[in-house]
T-cell receptor, first 113, second 116 residues
Framework: DAGVTQSPTHLIKTRGQQVTLRCSPKSGHDTVSWYQQALGQGPQFIFQYYEEEERQRGNFPDRFSGHQFPNYSSELNVNALLLGDSALYLC????????????FGPGTRLTVL | AQSVTQLGSHVSVSEGALVLLRCNYSSSVPPYLFWYVQYPNQGLQLLLKYTSAATLVKGINGFEAEFKKSETSFHLTKPSAHMSDAAEYFCAVTRGGGSTLGRLYFGRGTQLTVWP
């Protein structure tokens, strides 16, 4: 049973560029949440997707957007990158109907130069 | 709203000693509580969770935690530390309620160092 997978593992971008991160949820899960973990900090919630719609959103600007596909996989897009966007981006999946736990992927390390 | 405070950003113990990592939470509704572990350059792995059943929760790798509503605490313990326990530990809270799985609010983490 494959767990949560994320791609790419590492990414280097320059200020002002745009980036897309990808996540495939654990088998049987239909909900995907994205978190940003800055160096030395705990993860901060960005948003959550269910049934291809954004259900909840944390305190992040509109430069952060997402999408969920019919197969439940998800993308996180960040436009107009800032140096402060450098972080580990974590995807977590869960089942809205039956699970009380979010399972995390290995993350994508984004460095903005 | 929910929040978590982890007391002590760094904890050091000798191998074989008791591990105690502190977590206090704030929640306006009955909470679900979690402990996750993060090894270097990896994602988060679930250690254990409290979801309104038994207040003493046992997890993987010999860890356990006790939910104390009166103290709003959910401290993580392990009787005997092992070198492989060295990692960052995060406490997290979300609103309870079963099928409505909300966002997780994380603490800032506690780095555990185990000395030989």
């Amino acid at each position: 049973d494959a767990g949560v997978t994320q791609s790419p593992t590492h990414l280097i971008k320059t200020r002002g560029q745009q980036v897309t991160l990808r996540c495939s949820p654990k088998s049987g899960h239909d909900t995907v949440s994205w978190y940003q973990q800055a160096l030395g900090q705990g993860p901060q919630f960005i948003f959550q997707y269910y049934e291809e719609e954004e259900r909840q959103r944390g305190n992040f600007p509109d430069r952060f957007s997402g999408h969920q596909f019919p197969n439940y996989s998800s993308e996180l897009n960040v436009n107009a990158l800032l140096l402060g966007d450098s972080a580990l981006y974590l995807c977590a999946s869960s089942s809205l109907a039956g699970s009380d736990t979010q399972y995390f992927g290995p993350g994508t390390r984004l460095t903005v130069l | 709203a929910q929040s978590v405070t982890q007391l002590g950003s760094h904890v050091s113990v000798s191998e074989g000693a008791l591990v105690l990592l502190r977590c206090n939470y704030s929640s306006s509704v009955p909470p679900y509580l979690f402990w996750y572990v993060q090894y270097p350059n990896q994602g988060l792995q679930l250690l254990l969770k409290y979801t309104s059943a038994a207040t003493l929760v046992k997890g993987i790798n010999g860890f356990e935690a006790e939910f104390k509503k009166s103290e709003t605490s959910f401290h993580l313990t392990k009787p005997s530390a092992h070198m492989s326990d060295a990692a960052e530990y995060f406490c997290a809270v979300t609103r309870g309620g079963g099928s409505t799985l909300g966002r997780l609010y994380f603490g800032r983490g506690t780095q555990l160092t185990v000395w030989p």
